[in-house]
C-alpha cells in the first residue's frame, strides 16, 4: 500500500461545477498537508497549505484535513476551464523535508 | 525575479549512454531537491541538498544516480548507463534556508526518455 493515495481520474467537469479532488494516506505522523496545481509541461506550483486538521480557504478553493480518517480534499468552486490541470497532493511529518506525493488527479473543466 | 530553471528541457537518448540534467535554483535558496515523476505516477524524492550539510542521497534508486551541488548553487543530476524505466521527468525545487514546505518553488522539469 502506496502511503499516500490519490485516484489519478481523470475528472471532467461542465464550467461552474464544484470539484472535489481527494487523498488518503497511511502515515499518522503527517502534519503538513499541501495542494499542488501542475499545468502541462510546468512544474507543480503549490496552490493551498495547511497545517493539522481543519479547513482552510482561498478564494475559490477550499483544503480540508481530517487527521482523524486520514483523509484531506481540496474543493474548487465555480470551476473554469483555467483550472484544467493535475492536482498533488502533499504531506511531510515536518515542515522542512521529506514530503510525500500523491500520483495526481487530471482534471478538465469543460467550458 | 527569476524561478528555478532547468537544462535541457527534453533529452533523449539511447540506452547505455550517460545523462546530465542541471538546475539553476532561486538565487539565495540553500536547500535543493531533485525528484522524479514517472507516468502515472507521484514526484518520487531522489535526493536533498541543504547548505553545505551532507546530501540526503536516500531516494536515489541506484548507483547509477548520482548528483552534486558546486558553490552552493547550481546542480547536476548525472544518470549512468541509463535504462529505459528512467525514462520520466525530473523536476528540480528550491527553498530559503529556514523556509517551510511552503516556500518550495519547483522548475519546469527536464523530459527524459531513453531509447
Known amino acids: 500500500q502506496k502511503e499516500v493515495e490519490q485516484d489519478p481520474g481523470p475528472l471532467s467537469v461542465p464550467e461552474g461545477a464544484i470539484v472535489s479532488l481527494n487523498c488518503t494516506y497511511s502515515?499518522?505522523?503527517?502534519?503538513?498537508f499541501m495542494w499542488y496545481r501542475q499545468y502541462s509541461r510546468k512544474g507543480p506550483e503549490l496552490l493551498m497549505y495547511?497545517?493539522?486538521?481543519g479547513n482552510k480557504e482561498d478564494g475559490r478553493f477550499t483544503a480540508q484535513v481530517d487527521k482523524s480518517s486520514k483523509y484531506i480534499s481540496l474543493f474548487i468552486r465555480d470551476s473554469q476551464p483555467s483550472d484544467s490541470a493535475t492536482y498533488l497532493c502533499?504531506?511531510?511529518?515536518?515542515?522542512?523535508?521529506?514530503?510525500?506525493f500523491g500520483a495526481g488527479t487530471r482534471l478538465t473543466v469543460k467550458p | 525575479g527569476a524561478g528555478v530553471s532547468q537544462s535541457p528541457s527534453n533529452k533523449v537518448t539511447e540506452k547505455g549512454k550517460d545523462v546530465e540534467l542541471r538546475c539553476d535554483p532561486i538565487s539565495g535558496h540553500t536547500a535543493l531537491y531533485w525528484y522524479r515523476q514517472s507516468l502515472g505516477q507521484g514526484l518520487e524524492f531522489l535526493i536533498y541538498f541543504q547548505g553545505n550539510s551532507a546530501p540526503d542521497k536516500s531516494g536515489l534508486p541506484s548507483d547509477r544516480f548520482s548528483a552534486e551541488r558546486t558553490g552552493g548553487s547550481v546542480s547536476t543530476l548525472t544518470i549512468q548507463r541509463t535504462q529505459q524505466e528512467d525514462s520520466a521527468v525530473y523536476l528540480c525545487?528550491?527553498?530559503?534556508?529556514?523556509?517551510?514546505?511552503?516556500?518550495?518553488?519547483f522548475g519546469p522539469g527536464t523530459r527524459l526518455l531513453v531509447l
Open positions: 525545487a528550491s527553498r530559503p534556508s529556514g523556509g517551510g514546505q511552503e516556500t518550495q518553488y
Open positions: 495547511t497545517y493539522s486538521s
Open positions: 502515515n499518522s505522523a503527517f502534519q503538513y
Open positions: 502533499a504531506m511531510s511529518a515536518y515542515n522542512n523535508n521529506d514530503m510525500r
